[in-house]
């Protein structure tokens, strides 16, 4: 069962994993082998999914769950697969771990290979479940800092202090442009952004064109 979606608008108090971690637990001898990773769009959980199966191309089920946020529209969107076990024992109680520890921008795949031994529905939802648990345990979790992506054009002469100044306030490039003119894309947390916009327009004495950019 494959279940893409999308979730209401949310309040303050979401989490996302601190970073990737695996964790492999046993169920009547087939192995489960949880890996939880940050996930900030679906493209990464998308690339996390591919490596495993790539991986463990001998596994007989690579089941998934993820959710990420929209940093502009605050819009969750989740996506799910049970990879071929039977419907809702599998990618469902993966999701249902990513809400109930209210997760956002986190994936989390289970790879398992079977031992011989059926486990029934609810072993199954018992398993996936508890590997999920394991895996996100060991990446831990910290608070969802709320960003907008800011989008900054100047002239190849002030690009050397604005990557200086980005680097000094921590901020690391999510893209690189060079057509035409420098273009960066940077996620900046929200209650930052007036400083920084401040910041930038004194380092190139006004020339730094910004705007808010489109997530990708």
Not at 7 to 31: C, D, H, Q, V, Y
Not at 34 to 42: E, I, N, R, T
Not at 176 to 189: I, N, S, Y
Request: include cysteine.
């Amino acid at each position: 069962m494959r279940d893409p979606g999308t979730e209401p608008m949310t309040e303050p108090g979401l989490f996302i994993p601190r970073g990737p971690a695996a964790a492999e637990l046993r169920f009547k001898n087939s192995r489960f082998i949880g890996h939880a990773v940050p996930c900030p769009c679906p493209a990464d959980g998308d690339a996390l999914l591919a490596r495993l199966r790539r991986e463990h191309d001998r596994a007989d089920h690579h089941v998934f769950a993820w959710r990420t946020r929209d940093a502009r529209t605050g819009r969750i969107t989740h996506r799910f697969d049970d990879d071929g076990e039977p419907g809702g024992t599998a990618g469902r109680p993966v999701l249902q771990l990513l809400e109930a520890q209210r997760v956002v921008n986190g994936a989390i795949v289970v790879v398992r290979y079977f031992g011989g031994i059926k486990l029934g529905a609810g072993g199954l939802v018992r398993a996936y479940a508890a590997t999920a648990g394991a895996a996100l345990q060991a990446a831990g979790l910290e608070p969802l800092i709320l960003t907008r992506r800011m989008g900054i054009e100047v002239d190849y002469a002030q690009l050397s202090a604005v990557t200086a100044l980005l680097e000094r306030e921590g901020l690391a490039i999510r893209e690189r442009g060079f057509a035409g003119v420098p273009r960066l894309l940077v996620d900046v947390p929200v209650d930052r952004w007036a400083g920084l916009a401040a910041e930038l327009r004194e380092a190139t004495a006004g020339r730094a064109r910004l705007h808010e950019a489109a997530e990708a």
